[in-house]
């Protein structure tokens, strides 16, 4: 929301599928802009979320790099790999470990940064559309990371050795 106060484009519409605690905080944020620049959809259906992500045009990744958002893969990033959609986010390590040329890294260190939002901001009121396609045509549509058997696998084994870590 506060990037969007900071930019200058008329037709820039943010969509926020989904629902939590912060929706308030987010419509009151959003004030006039509610409904018209700024769409929150509330709690969506699993299956009715591909239908959402297919009326964006970039997903927003806004992880933090602290202990909590600095080495994790959210299950969001698959399900916008599958959309086909290019992702906004900071500079978090999955943004150097999984990007080839499908992702832009702002600046600061969380998302509530001063830098990070002004970065935000000139990127919505400048992103061409010879950008956006460019960016739109370097995602891949699946990662082995994100490739179930290969999860279970590496999931299950991690389990395993904190089991055996717990009798000895």
């Known amino acids: 929301m506060r990037a969007l106060e900071n930019t200058n484009r008329p037709k820039l519409k943010t969509l926020i599928v989904g629902d939590g605690t912060g929706r308030s905080r987010l419509e ?67 943004a150097y470990d999984l990007d080839s040329g499908w992702l832009w890294r702002l600046p600061g260190h969380a998302p509530w940064d001063v830098r990070y939002i002004q970065a935000l901001a000139n990127l919505m009121d400048g992103l061409t559309c ?12 699946s990662l082995p990371e994100f490739d179930r058997e290969s999860q279970v696998r590496r999931v299950t084994a991690w389990i395993n050795e904190l089991l055996n870590e717990m009798r000895i």
């Open 28 to 94: 009151q944020a959003a004030g006039k802009r509610l409904g018209s620049s700024v769409l929150l959809t509330g709690r969506v259906p699993r299956d009715q979320v591909p239908d959402y992500l297919a009326a964006m045009d970039v997903a927003s990744l806004p992880q933090s790099v602290d202990q909590v958002g600095s080495f994790r893969y959210t299950t969001k990033l698959s399900e916008y790999l599958a959309a086909g959609l290019p992702v906004v986010t900071g500079q978090i390590p999955l």
């Open 130 to 141: 010879a950008e956006l396609n460019v960016k739109q045509l370097a995602v891949p549509r």
